[in-house]
C-alpha cells in the first residue's frame, strides 16, 4: 500500500512564510484564468463546453472535462487556458490571404490570432497568396500530384497537437492505401527514443505506472524534465506527494525554479505558503545523464544497494554491465556528466534505501545524440532495485502532447504498423489480410528524411496536417530551402502558419481542419497512463468548410485508389473504434467509449505486473552503455533549447513567469558570467559553423558552461545531421562560442 498524504498542515514544506509567496518569480493563475474568460468572452458558453465536456487538448497527462483519475478537486491549468482560443475563435477572413508578402512579417502568434482557416484554397507559383477553391478541386489536385508521383517521393506528417487516436488511425490506413510508409507524427521528434528502449529492454513501449504512483512511492525523481512548466498540473501531485512523504529529486542541468518550489492555487495551504517540491537537485551537464547514471549504479554495487534476487530471477546481463564499470573511471566519469562522485554517491544511496520509487523523464534525455541509451541508462538503474510492475515503482516517460502516446500504438509513424509493431513483410502480410489491400513492406521516411528528401529533390508531395518543421526542426534556412522545392505542399490546419507562407515550385494547397471537439461521432485519446479517454463532439457553431482530417485523407486515398474504394471506408468514428479493438489488441475495449467519461487504462495501472516482462527470454535486459567522451574546448559551452511561454512552436509571451527569462534570454551560469566579466542583460552572440544568435545574459542557476536558450529562435545553432542512431531523434543541442555585443561592434572574448 501507498502511504496517503496526510491532510494536516505542515510547516516543513511550505516554500516561504511569506503568504502568497509576495516578491516570488512565479505565474499569477488566477489573472490567467481572468485572461482566458476576457479571451474567449465571444464564445463563452462554448469555451465552458469544452473546458467541462472535453478531454484536455494540451499536454498529455489527460482529464475528463476538468477531472482526472488521480485527485480530487478541479483540474485545469494555464497551458489549456491559453491553448482554448484555438478551439472558440472565428474564422478568418479568406482575402487576408490573398498576397502573403505582409503576412509574412507577422509573428506566429499574430497569424494564428487572424482566425480559423474556413476553407480550402491554393496558391501556385506566379501567384501573391491563395484564392479559395472547392474541397473537389482541392482533392483532385492533390490526387493527381500522387498518381503522377511515386509512392518513395511522397510524405506525410502529422502534428500530436490536438491530434485524436481515429485521425491517426484512419490516415495511416489511408496513406498505406496509396503505397507509401512515408507517414511520420511529432512523436519523432519528441519521445521516439523512450519507446524504442523500452521495447528492447523490458519489452513494453509506454509508461509502465500511473500518475497515482507518485502520490506515497519513497522515491521520485525527475530527469530533464520540467513537468511545472510543461504538465502543470502535476504540481498537485506533487504537493499531495510531499505531503504523503515522499522524496523527490531532481537531475537536470538548470535547477529549474517551477521543480524546487510552487504555489498550487487550487490548494489552499500552497497557494498561501507554497510547497517545496525537489530535496535535491544533481545539476548535470548537457548531455552528461549517461555518465551520472553510470556512476550512480557503480556506487550502488559498491555499496550493495540493490536487490540481488530480483536480478538473479527476472534479468539478464548484469554481470556484463557489472564488468564494464569496472573498467570506467570515476574521473571520466565526473568529466563528462560534470557532476562529482560525491554528488553520485548522495544519488546511488538515496535509490538505495528507497523500497519503491517512480523515475520520470522527458526531453532532457531523449533530444540527444544518444537518446536511446540515455534512456536505457534510466531502466538500468531502475532495474537494479526492481522499481517497475509494482505499486509505487515505475518507468515514466512523461508525454507531451494531449494524444501523442496513441501515434505511434495507431501505426501513424514510418517505422511501425498499428499496434507498435515494426514494418516487416510478415507484419505486412498480415495486415494486407485485414485490410483487403497491400500494404508495403518496408520501412518509410522518418520526419527529418522527408525535409533531407525534398532539399534533394526527391520529393513531389509534402502532406503536412498542422505542425510547423520550419520551427520545430534543427537549421530553418535548410528547411526552409527544402520546403519550397517540393512540388506541391498541402498544409491541413486549423490556423495559418509560417510555413503554409512559403512559396513552392509548383502549387500549395490549405485545407481548413476541425479541432477534435467539432469531430462528429467524438474521438478519443491515449495519454501518459495509457488512459484511453472519451472526448465527445461538443455542439456549437462550426467553421465555414473546416472537415475532420480523417475524412478527407479517406476521400483522397479513394481518389488516388478507386479499385479500393470499398475498402476506404468507415462510416463514423465508433466504426474506427471497432476496427481499432479488433486490429490492436490492447486497444481492445475502445469499441465501448461512446460518453463523456468513457475510458480505460490499457495494460491496467501497471506494465510488466508481478515483473512478467514480454519479452522474448520473459527477462528484462540490463544494457552496457559507453557514455560518449566529449570535449568541450576552452572558450566553448554547450547549449541546450528549452521552453518558455509558448505551446512548442506557438509562443504566447515574450517572459517566462516561472523563470524570468525573456525568449532572447541566454541562461548562464553565474560563475562564467564572472569568468567572463559578464552582467545580467549584457548581449552576447552565441555562434558556431551552424547560425548565429544574438541574446542577452540571463544568470541562473544552470550548470556551469552549459547555456539555455528558448526555441524555435535558437534552432539556428542546431546541426541536422547529429540525429539519435535508431529513432532518428535531432539533437536539439549544440556547442557554441560566446562574443560579448558591444553597441559599436562585437569584440571577441577572452576564453573563461
Ligand atoms: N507549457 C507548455 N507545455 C508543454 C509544451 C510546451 O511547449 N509548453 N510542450 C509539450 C511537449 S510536446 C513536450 S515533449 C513536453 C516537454 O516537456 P519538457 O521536456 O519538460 O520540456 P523542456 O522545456 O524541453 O525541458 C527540458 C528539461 O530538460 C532539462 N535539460 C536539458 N538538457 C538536459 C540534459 O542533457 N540532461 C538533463 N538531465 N536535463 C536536461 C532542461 O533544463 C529542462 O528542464 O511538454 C509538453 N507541454
Ligand atoms: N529546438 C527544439 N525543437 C523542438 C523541440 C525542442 O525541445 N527544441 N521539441 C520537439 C518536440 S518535443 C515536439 S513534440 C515537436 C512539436 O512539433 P509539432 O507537433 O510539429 O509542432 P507544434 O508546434 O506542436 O505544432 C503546432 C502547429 O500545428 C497546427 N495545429 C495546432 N492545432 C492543430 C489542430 O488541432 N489540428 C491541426 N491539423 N493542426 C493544428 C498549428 O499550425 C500550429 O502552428 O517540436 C520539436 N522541436
Ligand atoms: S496539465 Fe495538461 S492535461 Fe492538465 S489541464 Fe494542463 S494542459 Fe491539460
Ligand atoms: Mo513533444
Redesign the pocket.
Known amino acids: 500500500m501507498l502511504r496517503k498524504p496526510k491532510k494536516s498542515w505542515n510547516p516543513s514544506i511550505w516554500a516561504s512564510w511569506k503568504p502568497f509567496g509576495i516578491g516570488e518569480q512565479y505565474p499569477n493563475n488566477y489573472w490567467e484564468v481572468f485572461r482566458a474568460v476576457l479571451e474567449n468572452a465571444d464564445n463563452l458558453p462554448y469555451a465552458w463546453e469544452i473546458l467541462n465536456k472535453g478531454v484536455c487538448d494540451g499536454?498529455a497527462l489527460g482529464t475528463t472535462g476538468m477531472k482526472d483519475w488521480t485527485v480530487d478537486g478541479i483540474h485545469v491549468c494555464n497551458?489549456r487556458l491559453r491553448l482554448l482560443r484555438l478551439n472558440t475563435m472565428p474564422a478568418l477572413d479568406p482575402t487576408l490571404l490573398a498576397n502573403v508578402s505582409e503576412l509574412q512579417k507577422k509573428s506566429g502568434a499574430e497569424l494564428q490570432s487572424m482566425g480559423r482557416l474556413p476553407y480550402p484554397m491554393k496558391r501556385d507559383r506566379t501567384e501573391l497568396g491563395f484564392s479559395r477553391i472547392t474541397w473537389d478541386e482541392a482533392l483532385d489536385l492533390i490526387a493527381k500530384h500522387i498518381q503522377a508521383s511515386t509512392p518513395d517521393r511522397l510524405g506525410f506528417y502529422f502534428t500530436s497537437r490536438g491530434t485524436v487516436n481515429e485521425t491517426y488511425y484512419a490516415t495511416q490506413k489511408a496513406v498505406r492505401a496509396m503505397g507509401t510508409n512515408n507517414l511520420d507524427n511529432?512523436a519523432r521528434i519528441?519521445h521516439s527514443p523512450s519507446t524504442n528502449a523500452l521495447k528492447s529492454t523490458i519489452g513494453v513501449a509506454a509508461t509502465t505506472c500511473s500518475y497515482k504512483d507518485w502520490i506515497g512511492t519513497d522515491l521520485l525523481v525527475f530527469?530533464?524534465?520540467?513537468?511545472a512548466?510543461?504538465?502543470p498540473v502535476t504540481v498537485k501531485y506533487l504537493h499531495w506527494a510531499k505531503k504523503a512523504g515522499t522524496k523527490i529529486v531532481v537531475?537536470?542541468?538548470?535547477r529549474?525554479p517551477g521543480m524546487e518550489r510552487y504555489w498550487v492555487p487550487s490548494i489552499p495551504e500552497s497557494a498561501l505558503f507554497g510547497t517545496k517540491f525537489a530535496e535535491d537537485f544533481f545539476l548535470?551537464n548537457?548531455?552528461?545523464?549517461m555518465a551520472f547514471l553510470n556512476g550512480t549504479m557503480k556506487h550502488a554495487i559498491a555499496n550493495g544497494w540493490i536487490d540481488e534476487s530480483f536480478i538473479k530471477n527476472y534479468t539478464t546481463n548484469f554481470d556484463e554491465l557489472k564488468a564494464f564499470l569496472d573498467t570506467q573511471s570515476w574521473s571520466e566519469l565526473e568529466q563528462i556528466s560534470g557532476a562529482t562522485r560525491d554528488s553520485m554517491y548522495a544519488f546511488a544511496k538515496m535509490v538505495g534505501e528507497a523500497n519503491k520509487a517512480v523515475f520520470v523523464w522527458?526531453?532532457?534525455?531523449t533530444q540527444?545524440e544518444c537518446g536511446e541509451d540515455n534512456v536505457r541508462a534510466i531502466i538500468n538503474l531502475a532495474l537494479t532495485k526492481g522499481f517497475v510492475g509494482r505499486e509505487g515503482c515505475g518507468l515514466m516517460p512523461i508525454r507531451?502532447?494531449s494524444g501523442v502516446q496513441g501515434g505511434a500504438e495507431m501505426g501513424c509513424y514510418a517505422t511501425t504498423f498499428p499496434g507498435g509493431k515494426p514494418i516487416t513483410p510478415e507484419n505486412a502480410a498480415s495486415i494486407s489480410e485485414v485490410w483487403g489491400f497491400e500494404v508495403p513492406t518496408t520501412q518509410g521516411l522518418i520526419a527529418s528524411e522527408m525535409i533531407d528528401a525534398a532539399a534533394e529533390g526527391n520529393l513531389d508531395v509534402l502532406f503536412s496536417v498542422g505542425g510547423n518543421f520550419l520551427e520545430v526542426l534543427p537549421e530553418p534556412d535548410y528547411v526552409e530551402r527544402a520546403l519550397k522545392r517540393v512540388p506541391l505542399r498541402v498544409h491541413m490546419d486549423i490556423v495559418v502558419s509560417k510555413q503554409m507562407l512559403l512559396e513552392s515550385v509548383e502549387t500549395v494547397v490549405i485545407l481548413p481542419a476541425t479541432t477534435r471537439y467539432e469531430i462528429p461521432g467524438g474521438v478519443t485519446e491515449t495519454n501518459t497512463e495509457r488512459r484511453v479517454i472519451f472526448s465527445p463532439e461538443i455542439p456549437g457553431s462550426r467553421i465555414g468548410e473546416a472537415r475532420p482530417e480523417w475524412e478527407v485523407f479517406l476521400e483522397l486515398a479513394k481518389r488516388v485508389r478507386p479499385d479500393l474504394a470499398e475498402k476506404l471506408h468507415f462510416h463514423n468514428t465508433s466504426a474506427m473504434r471497432q476496427e481499432i479493438a479488433q486490429v490492436i489488441p490492447q486497444y481492445a475495449g475502445v469499441q465501448h467509449l461512446k460518453e463523456a467519461g468513457d475510458q480505460f487504462q490499457y495494460g491496467g495501472a501497471h506494465l510488466c505486473f508481478g515483473w512478467n516482462f514480454p519479452t522474448p527470454d520473459r527477462k528484462a535486459r540490463f544494457s552496457v552503455l559507453t557514455p560518449q567522451e566529449r570535449y568541450l574546448p576552452e572558450g566553448y559551452f554547450w547549449v541546450?533549447t528549452?521552453?518558455g511561454k509558448?505551446?512548442?512552436s506557438m509562443v504566447q509571451e515574450r517572459k517566462d513567469a516561472i523563470t524570468g527569462a525573456v525568449r532572447s534570454a541566454v541562461l548562464m551560469s553565474g560563475v562564467d558570467a564572472e569568468k567572463l566579466e559578464l552582467q545580467d542583460g549584457d548581449a552576447v552572440m552565441l555562434k558556431n559553423d551552424i547560425g548565429e544568435f544574438r541574446g542577452q545574459v540571463y544568470i541562473a542557476p544552470v550548470m556551469p558552461r552549459n547555456l539555455?536558450i528558448h526555441w524555435p529562435e535558437g534552432n539556428v545553432l542546431l546541426d541536422k545531421s547529429k540525429r539519435s542512431p535508431e529513432v532518428g531523434i535531432p539533437d536539439y543541442?549544440a556547442v557554441v562560442r560566446l562574443e560579448k555585443v558591444f553597441s559599436s561592434g562585437k569584440i571577441p572574448i577572452i576564453t573563461p
Open positions: 499536454c497551458v511529432a519528441c530527469i530533464g524534465s520540467n513537468v512548466n510543461n504538465q537531475i537536470n542541468t538548470y529549474e548535470v548537457i548531455g552528461g545523464d522527458s526531453m532532457g534525455i540527444h507531451g502532447h541546450t528549452r521552453r509558448q505551446f512548442n539555455q543541442n
